[in-house]
């Protein structure tokens, strides 16, 4: 029985960054939404879409770069 640490580290490393992404946008805009009322939240939400525009392009290049080297070290 083998462990690949890598791989666990690597969905564990997912899985935070998607339940940071899950509490940013349902706890922080739902608290706006509370405190604030629905255009408020609204804007936080077009806000918060904003702002994670920039990591969520990253991310996606870096994956497809990844993508792109381990198919070019294949051949």
């Given at each position: ?59 996606f290049f870096m994956v497809l770069l990844n993508w792109v ?7």
């Open positions: 029985m083998t462990h690949d640490l890598r791989k666990y580290a690597q969905d564990t490393s997912v899985q935070l960054g998607i339940g940071a992404f899950l509490l940013l946008f349902i706890i922080g805009d739902g608290l706006i939404y509370f405190i604030y009322g629905k255009s408020a939240a609204m804007m936080g939400l077009l806000c918060l879409f904003a702002g994670t525009a920039p990591v969520i392009i990253i991310a080297v381990k198919r070019a070290n294949r051949e």
